[in-house]
């Protein structure tokens, strides 16, 4: 057998089933989005009994988790970081109460960020909700971070974070085929125990918990200062400078000082809350500067207590905001160390080179929906028909790409574009705006926070139009299955399915219909009928189901009914159909003057014959095809 | 464990991975770094994921022999493989002094840019994978394609055998496929070198 490859987040998959995780639940986002896929694969790899589900959001996931861990039972929840947003109500409460069996909350931040609203540090909240946390700094040093986390959790009953970045989610380096260290995870006696005093706690009792609380930080503290993730390299190399780094960050700085050609000493941190401080000033005590580096914001820098010679994110010395990047690294040790007069290598990189690419101005990928994407039709007939002054709120998944074909004018968070509706919906109307407005939602997303912001909406009376836009499955992040699918998380049957139309119903709607995209007319037909329904006297919110599955994940209705197209002669490249409708497969020629067909890109779908309102993109006739 | 190359890796190679989303460059990293670590080599990679699966720019940083930061800093890299000739000269600024670049292309990259690499000693060397690819009947496997001709060039230090019994190991039933792409690659590769190699004086 040999070594294998993993990613941290099969890393981190396998340290929790080979620890003895019985529960583990998640909700899907990039960075985290394979933990629990990998959970599933290794489950059935390993033969361990374990139940694992993709739940409905990110509190509902905590949770069922949390409820395993008061059991005795050793559990874990993974989301990404925005989701422990969702999350903090019952996170904070389970700092407070702890918990029973191991129980290990896993954010996966996003420096940078990759694919995310916003860069938070899940760090800080674990540091006001007073949660301790293990920060690995590669694959494997999670997977081993797992049984330790397992261990603290239970030794302390606490809840306990370990927070990958997406640089160590999307890492892949070889993992050992052995265990990290073997542990059943066995717990002393696996029932819930009643204990109203402790799990229904009071708030006087809660004032209890909480001073209890900060007694196991204090403790936990004292521990994590003869932790083995917590240890200092290049200790020989004297100076006036000192590195304290955790995370990816660690490794970035070991990179960037072999390039510069300078050892400097690096005090690596893989707890950084509860900080143990009293490592970090015996460390500092020997230079006059020390350089604070970790990501994707400033949790170590935060607590050190005397940061007279700390340098980092809080003094502008390193970014405050942005992935630290080689060459981020490079530059801020590179500017830090030669202004303490020590002697580096210049940036490798030549600038002239670098300029003359940018000189270039090649064309940039940016992110487009797929060749086929039934929300490209959506969209588009939504936006030929309401026209630019209308106001789209959109909403967090693939279609929040919608944004390129001026669809989507706002995104907040998860089910934000119901809400944000309702708000634009009630501001016009105090200052007498008529403007159609027309949100839009996945179907992931409105099972995860859309139904309450639209009982919101049909109860307080606002009038939008608001598109479900239905492709059967939580696409961006990979196909988990969301509770409208006939499958779970491991492929199973679901005991039930949920009606996607009944829920909208059962919201008080009264105008509900489900349709196709990709049939334009039609399509248009019924929203110009539900706009009309928004202003109607008796008239409400109007929701359409845009029912149509993902290509990527099911495209069996166009291999069945397959519209190859062509583009004529006539095509004077006047680019209406690569802004509007904006396919990758439709492709401007490098003079401007023809749209020719990407066909490796194409899939067949005819949807672009309706994007030509000239009629130059039509149907490939049978007999044009040699 | 199969025999450690002849140029074994004493330091760090950097290898970074370009193309565009369902070019198989997550494939090809893989290829890669399964047959370093097979070799026993300390490998890591950093992947692409999120957004933009189809169509959009992808790119994978594979470090082989050398420490665990999963990042390669810019002008750093020993060698840039890019499946598509946009995407090379997007990234060519990560390739060191004295770097190799293997691009999929039936032309030479932008003439703007030819002044820098023959200044740096960068050496660009295009081919046309796609097509050998599609000639073979699977248009698909124009990266292994790639891979066979970069590693005629040496450029990888993982030898054919080793990346042969790679296909076997992970390849599943495309094996057959992937070893001939591989192989039409490596002839395409090893032709190109003795082609460019000027002929003894007295030979003529």
Known sequence: MSTQLLTGNDAIALGLVEQGCRVATAYPGTPSSEILAGIIKYKKALDKDLYAEWSVNEKVAFEVALAAAWTGLRAAVAMKQVGLNVASDPLFSAAYTGVKGGFIVIPADDPGPHSSQTEQDSRLLALTAKVPVFDPSTPAEAREMIADAFALSERFKIPVILRPTTRLCHAVSPSADAPASSSDGKPVSPKFQKDPAHWTATPKLRYKLHTELNQKLIEIAAEFANSKYNYIVNEDHGGEVGIIASGVAFHTARQALLELGVRVPMLKIGTPYPLPVNLIEAFSARFTTVIVLEEPDTCIELQIPNRQRVRGRLDGSVPNSGELTPEVMFSVLSKSLSGVGIQVNPSPEDADLSAAIKKLSLPARRPRLCPGCSHRSAFYAMKQNFGPRAIYPGDIGCYTLGTNLRAVDTFVDMGASITMANGFFQANRLVGDDRAVIATIGDSTFLHSGIPPLINAVHTGARFVLLILDNHTTAMTGFQPTPANDYLADGSEAPRKVSIPDLVRACGVEYVKVTDPYEQEDFTAILNEAQAHTQAADGGVAVIIADRPCVLYDNDPILEHPIPVVVTDECDGCRFCTEAFECPALVLRADGSHVDIDYKLCIDCGQCIDACYKGFIVPKLAEMVP | ?204
């Open chain 2, 1 to 204: 464990m199969t025999t450690v190359p002849q140029n074994s890796f004493c330091e760090e190679h950097k290898i970074v991975i370009t193309g565009i989303g369902g070019q198989g460059i997550v494939f090809l990293t893989r290829l890669l770094s399964q047959t370093a670590v097979n070799l026993g080599y300390p490998v890591v990679v950093s992947e692409t994921h999120g957004m933009s699966q189809r169509g959009g720019s992808v790119i994978s940083h594979l470090k082989i022999g050398g420490n665990e930061a999963p990042l390669i800093q810019r002008g750093s890299a020993d060698v840039l493989i890019a499946l598509d000739a946009n995407e090379a000269m997007q990234n060519l600024d990560f390739v060191r002094r004295g770097g190799t670049v293997f691009v999929s292309s039936n032309e030479e990259l932008h003439p703007d840019l030819l002044p820098h690499l023959e200044r740096l000693n960068i050496r660009t060397l295009h081919f046309p994978a796609s097509a050998i690819a599609v000639e073979l009947g699977s248009p698909e496997t124009a990266n292994i394609v790639m891979a066979g001709f970069v590693c005629a060039y040496d450029g990888l230090n993982l030898p054919l055998e080793d990346l042969q019994a790679t296909i076997k190991q992970i390849a599943g039933k495309r094996a057959e496929g992937n070893l001939k792409a591989l192989a039409a690659g490596f002839q395409a590769g090893k032709k190109k070198i003795e082609d460019s190699q000027p002929l003894p004086e007295n030979s003529r």
